[in-house]
């Protein structure tokens, strides 16, 4: 049997809501512009010290307090930075600091306010109904418009268009009732965003002129003034912005604040970050994380990696997920009691992340000995970073006299830890690692390996690879 997929379910509003307009006016509601509603809550919320922006990390000092400026100016907004930097997240953050519920005339295409109809239709209505005059009352969540532009956005689909069926119902063209409402409009009294803005034909970006400067719109031709309220946010990325596409003068002239995104600054913000988005099918310890954030910010800087194109914050969030998922692939081949990851999963990053890096031109079949090299880069400053001043010559002797210990993908955690037995100094490391004192088997299993590995780059061990999936480390 199959079941249809589940649709979203919307918000209900309570049952005590003022129904009709007189009982509206009789709570002492009063009208506010949308972006008057935003400066006034987010204002409130400073005041109280509340959070504003829920689940965006590292821009606290520098995107969100110019972000919260250009909102209590009432400004209409472009965010420019480059891919993966949350100007999409940004954008839909804004939608929480809307009234929860606002009323608009029953019935409306255009979410009009009671107290303040626009179009042809509701203003009868309003006349004639009076007091009486239905109301509903909208949740924030759908306040909000989204368009991604492509070439072959139309003015129709953002402004209107005639709609044919009304006017084969028998509406003459002149009448303004056959306009269909495109997304813009039907945003009306919300937050309205436009992604990768220069994607959008200039031809099309003549058409949101008047929506940011005289607040209205035209529909092929008509005679038709909807004073709209809006908040329109644009998002842009450099490159876009000069080259593949352009933001025409006069519209980029309209916006009233221009907001520079970039890529966490802090390895700790790049670290928690992969903390809030990835989706880990396994246990990957922090120093597995911070070997992941250092390899990403050193991908970023790389001189072989065009800087235009830049790299995502996606790109540390999938290799997160990535490690995991090799992780829970082992677990299921040993059936091991636990799924840790373990510094040689990292290595499946290079090959499989490799479409998410551009190159500079003359760099081609180079792309994975690059990143290789950059992931080898992180996991050492890594281990620097974390087992500094730790003896660790109890590791190094464990493979005197020609022994050597197996580690990789196909051995198990129990026997990464047979091999080994005790170390001096392994409790010590454990703890650097954040283990804690009573490490379970894998995460004790994942820490060996890292040291390991550790001491392989700093040239006091070997390592080689075996054909069938292990790695081998022995003395120098």
Do not use: C
Not at 268 to 283: C, S, T
Not at 317 to 334: F, G, N, Q, V
Not at 404 to 409: A, R, S
Request: aromatic letters at 4%; zero cysteines.
């Amino acid at each position: 049997m199959t079941h249809a997929s589940a649709q979203p379910v919307l918000p209900q509003p309570p049952a005590d809501l003022p129904r009709t307009v007189g009982e509206l006016r009789a709570t002492g509601h009063r009208y506010r512009t949308v972006k008057a509603e935003l400066r006034e809550n987010l204002l409130a919320r400073i005041r109280a010290g509340q959070p504003r922006f829920e689940g965006i990390v590292g821009y606290d000092a520098t995107v969100l307090p110019e972000l919260e400026r250009a909102l209590l100016a009432g400004h209409d907004l472009v965010l420019l930075g480059e891919r993966g930097q949350g100007k999409t997240r940004v954008i839909r953050s804004l939608i929480s600091l809307l009234d929860e519920w606002t009323p608009v005339i029953a019935g409306s295409e255009l979410n009009e306010h009671p107290f303040h109809p626009v179009s042809p239709a509701s203003v009868r209505a309003a006349r004639e109904d009076g007091d009486s005059l239905k109301i509903a009352w909208l949740h924030r969540s759908m306040r909000y418009g989204e368009k991604l532009a492509t070439p072959d956005t139309s003015v129709g689909d953002l402004i209107g268009d005639i709609d044919p069926i009304k006017v084969a119902e028998g509406r003459t063209l002149g009448d303004p009732e056959t306009i269909h409402f495109g997304l813009v409009p039907r945003t009306n009294r919300g937050i309205f965003a436009v992604n990768e803005l220069p994607d959008l034909a200039e031809r099309i970006q003549v058409a949101l002129l008047n929506v940011l400067e005289e607040r209205d719109i035209q529909v092929r031709g008509y005679q038709l003034r909807l004073p709209l309220d809006v908040l329109l946010v644009a998002s842009a990325n450099p490159e876009d912005y000069t080259n593949r596409g352009r933001i025409i003068t006069p519209l980029k002239d309209r916006f009233g604040a221009e907001i520079r995104t970039h890529y966490p600054l802090d390895l700790d913000f790049e670290i928690d970050l992969m903390r809030q988005e990835a989706a880990l099918v396994a246990e990957v310890p922090d120093h597995l994380l911070e070997v992941v954030a250092r390899y990403t910010r050193a991908v970023r800087e790389a001189p072989a990696v065009d800087a235009r194109s830049g790299v995502s914050a996606r790109f540390a969030i999938a290799a997160a997920e990535t490690i995991a998922a090799s992780a829970l692939r082992r677990h299921a081949l040993l059936d091991e009691t636990e799924a840790v990851a373990r510094i040689g999963d990292a290595v499946t990053v290079t090959s499989t992340l490799r479409g998410k890096v551009e190159f500079e031109s003359g760099e081609e079949g180079r792309e994975t000995e690059i990143l290789a090299h950059l992931l080898r880069t992180a996991t050492a400053e890594t281990f620097r970073a974390r087992l500094a001043g730790i003896d660790l010559s109890g590791f190094t002797g464990l493979v005197a006299e020609d022994q050597v210990i197996e580690t990789g993908e196909l051995v198990a955690a129990r026997d990464v830890l047979q091999q080994v037995g005790t170390v001096p100094g392994l409790a010590k490391v454990l703890d650097r690692l954040g283990f804690g004192d009573a490490p379970t088997a894998g995460q004790a299993a994942s820490g060996i390996e890292f040291v390991l590995e550790g001491l392989h780059l700093s040239r006091r061990l070997s390592k080689d690879l075996t054909d069938d999936g292990r790695t081998v480390y022995g003395s120098r």
